[in-house]
Structures are given as C-alpha cells and as structure tokens.
C-alpha cells in the first residue's frame, strides 16, 4: 500500500512525530511505500538542523534525515507555515532577506498542494497529530 | 492526476486559542484548486469557527472569519455541521454564518452549503470519505 503522511507538531512537545517516525519504520518493514511526509502546522519544527537536544535524548530532525536518506523519503515543510515559524532554505533566505539557513537534510519547502497532492496520489494519507 | 477523490477536512477545535482552524482553512482554498470533491465538517470546538459576528479587536488576533463566506466562490457546497457539538453548547444554525454557493445550472440561485447532521449522519458522511484532513 501507498501511504502519505501528515504530521501536525512540532518535535518534543507532542508525540505526534515520533509516533509518525514509529508508523513509517513499521509501515516500511511490513513492504509498504511511503510517498510523501508533510509537515503543517508546528511540523514544520521538526525540520530544523538547528536542533541539538541533550545527548542522552533522541535528535528527531536527524532521525528524520537518516530515515529519509536511507528510503529516499519525500519530507516537505509547508511554506506557508514554515515562513511563520523560521524554517528557510537557500530560496527563502534570498526571498526574505535572511542570514542563514536552515532546513534540515533530506527536507524541501513546498506548497500545500504537495499535501492535496499526496492525498491523491496516496491509498491512505495518516495525520499525525493533537 | 485525473481521478477525484472524496476530501474531507474535519475541523474540531475553536477559531482562536490556536492555529489549527486558521491553517485548515488556509489548505481548503489551496485544495479547491485540485477540482476535488470537498466536504468540510465542524463537530466540537470546531462549530465555533463559523459563528456570525466574530470580533477579535480585543485579542489581537487576524479575524478571518470573514474568509468562510468566499468558500462558495471556491466550489465548496457542502458544510456539514454536526447538531449534538450545536446544541452542547447552546447554539442553533441561526448564529453560524449564512454560507451560500451560487448553482450555475439554476440561473445562479444561491444555495444554502450548511448542513446540520446527527452524530450518526456524520459518521457515515466520514465514512465515505477518501481522505480525512483533521485539523
């Protein structure tokens, strides 16, 4: 089965990505495909390469990026709700006149029609989240 | 990408306390463009997106509650709005907004999108559905 994901918080206050990494892990060892991963809302936290948690925790950007590279995983940030929160690739540093990057490995910003698209073109799109 | 699916996007929490209701919507005009068939559904909190008369001066918040009203504009005919989440906190039909589509096979009559469904009505309307968006 063709699977799409959405995921609705931001890493550590929610479970809800983790839970996502957790259902993708599985949904991948039991053959099936993941098509697309969407980040919405506070998600979109989850791509930051900022991210440097104590080193007894678990780094959920890095995570995300390994996951992605090993699989060739889509991971989009939804442009819109990345601008409001800070989340800037090469593209929106120039756009918006920031000083730096910083996106996360394996993540791209994209429009929300990546998620209507994943819709479509999924057997089942999962929202993770409150 | 031909094939239409049924999209639905269940809207449960209040206008204002956080952002869920304001994205969702943000992803319903995006979505119209897909030419998709395109349920909206309010059931708890959610139902207090679409009262009339909302005034957020005090919150310092963006209202954008006036953005409900352009959704016939975007082909979107079909508002459901579960009763039980109404009358638990004691609202009728009448303080929602009026959301109307234009039928352009009727000399472009205005049609009434709100539908006010059972529990149980709306478990089947979900149930039909392609894809849930719930925000």
């Known amino acids: ?130 | 990408m031909s094939e239409i699916k049924k999209f639905c996007y269940l809207n449960r929490t209040a206008p204002y306390g956080t952002v869920y209701a304001w994205e969702s919507l943000e992803v319903v005009l995006i979505g119209a463009a897909f030419d998709q068939d395109c349920s909206l559904v309010f059931v708890d909190d959610g139902v207090y997106q679409l009262l009339k008369g909302q005034d957020t001066t005090d919150l310092g918040i963006k209202n954008f509650s006036p953005t409900y009203s352009a959704l016939g504009d975007y082909d979107i005919k079909k508002i459901y709005v579960e009763k039980e989440s109404l009358e638990a906190r004691g609202l009728t039909v009448d303080d929602l907004q009026h959301l109307v589509w234009e039928d352009e096979d009727d000399d472009w009559a205005e049609r009434d999108s709100i539908i006010l469904v059972t529990k149980n009505e709306l478990a089947k309307v979900i149930d039909e559905q392609d894809v849930v968006l719930s925000f």
């Open chain 1, 1 to 130: 089965m063709k699977f799409s994901i959405q995921v609705n918080e931001g890493p550590y206050t929610h479970q809800a990505s983790v839970s996502a990494l957790n259902f993708i892990k599985a949904a991948l060892a039991a053959g099936h495909e993941v098509f697309r991963v969407f980040f919405y809302h506070d998600g979109v936290n989850n791509g930051t390469s900022y991210t440097t948690p104590p080193q007894d925790d678990i780094n959920i950007a890095n995570t995300w990026s390994a996951l992605a590279k090993e699989h060739d995983i889509d991971l989009v940030v939804c442009v819109a709700a990345a601008q409001r929160r800070g989340i800037v690739d090469e593209g929106e540093a120039e756009r918006n006149k920031k000083s730096g990057t910083n996106i996360a490995d394996g993540f791209r910003i994209s429009g929300l029609g990546q998620l209507i698209e994943a819709g479509i073109e999924s057997d089942r799109l999962v929202v993770f989240g409150d």
